[in-house]
T-cell receptor, first 110, second 113 residues
Framework: RKEVEQDPGPFNVPEGATVAFNCTYS??????FFWYRQDCRKEPKLLMS???SGNEDGRFTAQLNRASQYISLLIRDSKLSDSATYLC???????????FGQGTELSVKP | DGGITQSPKYLFRKEGQNVTLSCEQN?????MYWYRQDPGQGLRLIYY???????QKGDIAEGYSVSREKKESFPLTVTSAQKNPTAFYLC????????????FGPGTRLLVL
């Protein structure tokens, strides 16, 4: 079993749709959680950190359920520019290595 | 501008050849990382360094070597022992005000001729 598993993609949605990505992690000692965005043939960039209380940044909402070892990302009112691969990331210890999921590809169509 | 630079953008390797990928950062970060990404897959950690003159193997270190003689630089050598080196190589750094956020360079695409 992979340490971090994401919904298999791709997700193809129309503009304006709401889309949700799910991610599960296997190590209960995981401490920090992130969503990164990666455009085609580019480097990953931090989209948002994920906090236990849940957090929102504009159209993006991230949630964490430690009991179920599950993270989610919700994108409301999808834009064409949201098309990318979304990577779920967890860390186990401060300053240590990040564990990446395989990514979920999103394609937003006009 | 502060950031991470990687060079070259594209690199071609002949069979049996060692090649070195450059990674430089001027963010004053202590920790630096090398990842490999294959098509349709997530990032896999090759090596990481949390401080100058010290580094640790990641999950797929075989066939690779690194050095960390300066805080700003963390070069990766892909040796001839790495039998399947074709991939997208990403360098990242972390520290300072960014906390646990890793910032990535633009990557180097390595192709075997």
């Amino acid at each position: 079993r992979k340490e971090v598993e994401q919904d298999p993609g791709p997700f193809n949605v129309p503009e304006g749709a709401t889309v949700a990505f799910n991610c599960t992690y296997s190590n209960s000692a995981s401490q920090s959680f992130f969503w990164y965005r990666q455009d085609c043939r580019k480097e990953p960039k931090l989209l948002m950190s994920v906090y236990s209380s849940g957090n929102e940044d504009g159209r993006f909402t991230a949630q964490l359920n430690r009991a179920s070892q599950y993270i989610s990302l919700l994108i409301r009112d999808s834009k064409l520019s949201d098309s990318a691969t979304y990577l779920c990331v967890v860390t186990y210890n401060q300053g240590g290595k990040l564990i990446f999921g395989q990514g979920t590809e999103l394609s937003v169509k006009p | 501008d502060g950031g991470i630079t990687q060079s070259p953008k594209y690199l071609f390797r002949k069979e049996g050849q060692n090649v070195t990928l450059s990674c430089e950062q001027n963010l004053n970060h202590d920790a630096m990382y090398w990842y490999r990404q294959d098509p349709g897959q997530g990032l896999r950690l090759i090596y990481y360094s949390q401080i100058v003159n010290d580094f640790q193997k990641g999950d797929i270190a075989e066939g690779y070597s690194v050095s960390r003689e300066k805080k700003e630089s963390f070069p990766l050598t892909v040796t001839s022992a790495q039998k399947n080196p074709t991939a997208f190589y990403l360098c990242a750094s972390m520290g300072g005000q960014g906390g646990e956020t890793q910032y990535f360079g633009p990557g180097t695409r390595l192709l075997v001729l």
